[in-house]
């Protein structure tokens, strides 16, 4: 097993975040599925186990880009920061293996009639997730992608008018003369070089002064997402791309849709569905009572089509099959519930352990042997092997640790690992 | 083929009556009554004389937006020309467009009539009765003539095709025996026709000993490469369009076009996109020629909608909703061009622009754009 650097000793770091908090390096949060920015240093969720800091080595100064910089160093107070930290091969002798690598979000991307990708404001339902979290990078309110963008773009806006501001007022003071007169007299006429310039300049600061009043009405005009879509079945329960069922998602959409509709009560959900399984004690239940206390509307249509208004607000278009009637419908937001696919290591692992895949690309298992791969000794739970939702993965990985406890009892084993 | 056995072969049985192929459909937005997920289900629930005696089965468009995005891969399209085929049987018909005058040139040259179609061709270049390269040129020497009064010259695009190849040292065969490729007939419920008209065709390219068959018209390119195939089997020469052609020649630099500053945007066809899967190398050609000035329309690719009708049959004011609401989208990239790829949505694009004052659009065919770019 290949175990990465981490460039932090894990026996020393007390996971305080004060590295986290000095870190001058801004990273893409990959944990908020790339919405919002962490450190360099950084622990990939706060609930992580073990509770131990990790040096992103790519974005991090000293590491991936070779300037001097060492302030998570310095910060630690537990020394536990290591630059000279090397992946690390280890040899570990085992009775039974479990194999809970988990699984991937289908990429919707290659829907070309859903424009994921292409239209902003239309989301996966991790990322959702990640916007309706109160640790998230919007802190649980539904700002839009659209204008989390726009406030970037008039952060970024703001910073070039700034310092193009700043060079001209440093022209007008030393030359005794203003931006407007070195227009009108370039329009005159005058050709010397640096009067051109300036001229230039000034036009293009007028310019980008105008553009950023535009985006900063647009965005005093913004507000939250008040009324969602949830698309049920996206790359699932589809001969294009995966056959099967993903099983948790139906419930995920409502419970998504009950969460954004407690945190602002005006929030209106509708959730587009061949049929909704709620299948499993009390989920049915939960889906009635969505659709009573939430402002839930459960619509039965598969959607055909999803494309974008001039206020960047994405289009759903429809049949409604209980209707029998085509419509077309604007959101603030759509939602696609994204298939559960085999982790992408899955195949290659699979080889190496000597385990047989289903046709779906899961780790095959018997259906009276759940947990059992085709291959004695090595065990697999949760969604290596098949979609499930969390109380399912649960038990199963306890189930699972005790099919490989069962496994070794008894036997002579050591366990050794080599450096 | 019975709707029972058209169920069997397409696996309609798999439908999910989910109501995306009716979502999709670019009738259904426009004809409430029409409604692909119910054709399906009305199949299923064996209500034949319902289904075939209904009018709207002739409403499809065949565009293929349906089945492009059925889950369960229903191939509507064909589905649908197996019904029409049953339709035709007890003597249902399409209502024809130009009161028939297209098919009845169809059904002529499926009697063998002489035809003498090839004088434009020696006027815009060199061309052979025998050689490797065999243009097969379609049905524009008769659009050239019938839709004249609105303004669209069909054969430009086969003038084009000619001055090209010639440019790049081929000279086509170009006969006046070729026939009809049989699209219309077949998608009209009338299979043998269609089949008549191929066999001439097959028998006239084999005996001309070309290898390669271009073609700039869409639908001759995928009947062709899908249809024939089906009915006769292994042809014996091989069907290229002519985008997939000369983009090569503007890779290689065989082909120069020069830049003519106006701003393109561009119409995919149903049988070169969806059908025959071609979406880039037109892309490609426009792009080599306009750069960042060509625009996609929101629509595009998969996504595209198809000009209105289809078989010169059943153009009504769906079709003309249709259309008018394609060029708006055209208008909204800001191009000044949309440009097309396939003769018929030239004409039916064309057609429904007369008829908007206040549209400041143009149209024209990606191949006449070539030609007229050409260094």
């Known amino acids: 097993m290949r175990k990465k650097a981490r460039y932090v000793n894990e026996d020393l770091c007390t996971g305080c975040g004060s590295c986290a908090e000095k870190c001058p390096t801004p990273a893409v949060d990959t944990f908020n599925t790339g919405i919002g920015q962490r450190k360099a240093i950084y622990k990939y969720f706060a609930q992580g186990i073990p509770s131990v800091f990790t040096i992103d080595a790519p974005s991090c100064r000293q590491l991936g880009q070779g300037k001097k910089c060492g302030v998570c160093a310095k910060t630690c107070q537990a020394k536990a920061i290591d630059f000279e930290q090397k992946d690390r091969m280890v040899e570990i002798e085992a009775g039974a293996i479990v194999m809970a690598t988990g699984y991937d979000v289908f990429d919707p991307s290659v829907i070309p009639e859903y424009g994921y990708g292409r239209i902003k404001n239309v989301v996966t339902a991790l990322e959702f997730e990640r916007l309706l979290s109160a640790s998230g990078p919007t802190a649980g309110h539904l700002d839009r992608p659209s204008e989390l963008t726009l406030e970037k773009e008039i952060e970024e806006t703001g910073k070039e008018v700034r310092k193009l501001s700043a060079r001209i007022k440093q022209l007008e003071e030393k030359q005794g003369k203003t931006s407007d007169e070195v227009i009108s007299q370039v329009k005159a006429g005058a050709s010397d070089e640096p009067l051109v310039e300036w001229a230039k300049q000034a036009e293009s600061l007028a310019e980008m002064q105008a553009a950023l009043a535009a985006m900063n009405r647009k965005m005093a005009a913004a507000t939250t997402a008040k009324k969602l879509a949830f698309i049920q079945c996206v790359g699932s329960r589809d001969f294009r791309f995966n056959r099967y069922c993903s099983s948790y998602c139906c419930m995920h959409s409502v419970k998504e849709a009950m969460i954004a509709n407690e945190h602002d009560r005006e929030v209106h959900s509708s959730i587009f569905c061949m049929d909704l399984r709620a299948v499993g004690r009390g989920f049915e239940e939960y889906k009635l009572r969505g659709g009573q206390q939430a402002n839930i509307e459960y619509i039965r249509g598969r959607v055909a089509e999803i494309t974008e208004d001039e206020a960047k607000n994405p289009v759903v278009w429809f049949e409604s099959t209980t209707e029998r009637h085509v419509k077309s419908e604007v959101f603030d937001m759509v939602v696609l519930a994204a298939a559960c696919v085999p982790s992408a290591g899955t195949a290659r692992l699979a080889q190496l352990a000597g385990v047989e895949l289903d046709t779906n690309g899961f780790v095959k298992t018997d259906p009276l042997m759940p947990l059992a791969t085709t291959r004695p000794g090595i065990f697999v739970c949760g969604c290596a092997q098949g979609p499930m939702d969390i109380p399912e993965s649960v038990a199963q990985a306890s189930s699972a640790a005790a099919c490989a406890a069962e496994a070794v009892i008894g036997a002579q084993i050591t366990l050794k690992a080599t450096a | ?375």
């Open chain 2, 1 to 375: 083929m019975n709707i029972g056995e058209s169920v069997n072969l397409y696996r309609a049985y798999y439908c999910l009556d989910c109501g995306v192929c009716t979502g999709s459909c670019p009738v259904s937005r426009v004809l409430p009554t029409f409604s692909p997920r119910l054709v399906v289900e009305k199949a299923m629930l064996e209500l034949g004389d319902e289904l075939l005696g209904d009018r709207d089965l002739w409403s499809c468009l065949t565009c293929g937006r349906c089945y492009q995005r059925c889950p369960t891969n229903i191939n509507f399209p064909e589905f649908m020309r197996n019904l029409r085929e049953e339709a035709a049987k007890r003597g249902l018909s399409p209502t024809l467009t130009h009161h028939g005058m297209l098919q009845s040139v169809m059904e002529f040259q499926a009697a063998g009539v002489r035809q003498k179609k090839t004088d434009w061709a020696r006027e815009a270049g060199k061309i052979a009765d025998t050689g490797e390269v065999f243009y097969f040129v379609g049905c524009m020497p008769y659009f050239s003539v019938i839709f004249r009064d609105i303004g669209v010259d069909s054969l430009s695009i086969g003038r084009s095709v000619i001055k090209i190849l010639n440019a790049a040292g081929i000279t086509p065969v170009v006969s006046d025996e070729e026939a009809c490729c049989g699209h219309d007939m077949l998608w009209n419920g009338n299979p043998e026709t269609f089949k008549k008209l191929a066999a001439k065709n097959i028998e006239l390219i084999r005996s001309s000993g070309a290898k390669k068959v271009v073609f700039s018209c869409p639908e001759g390119y995928y009947t062709f490469k899908h249809h024939y195939p089906l009915y006769f089997g292994e042809l014996g020469f091989e069907a290229v369009h002519f985008y997939d052609y000369i983009e090569k020649m503007i890779g290689e630099g065989a082909l120069k076009l020069s830049d003519g500053a106006r701003a393109y945007t561009y119409h995919d066809p149903c049988r070169l996109g969806r059908m025959a899967k071609i979406y880039e190398s037109p892309r490609a050609i426009l792009h080599s020629l306009a750069g960042d000035r060509f625009r996609e329309m929101e629509r595009n690719r998969e996504n595209s909608v198809c000009c209105g009708t289809t078989g010169w049959a059943n153009c009504s004011s769906c079709s003309k909703q249709i259309q008018a609401e394609r060029l708006r989208e055209a208008k909204a990239t800001g191009a000044k061009t949309l440009v097309t790829a396939c003769p018929k949505c030239q004409i039916h694009l064309s057609c429904a622009l007369s008829s908007m004052e206040d549209m400041d659009l143009e149209i024209k065919d990606l191949t006449t754009l070539i030609s007229e770019s050409m260094r």
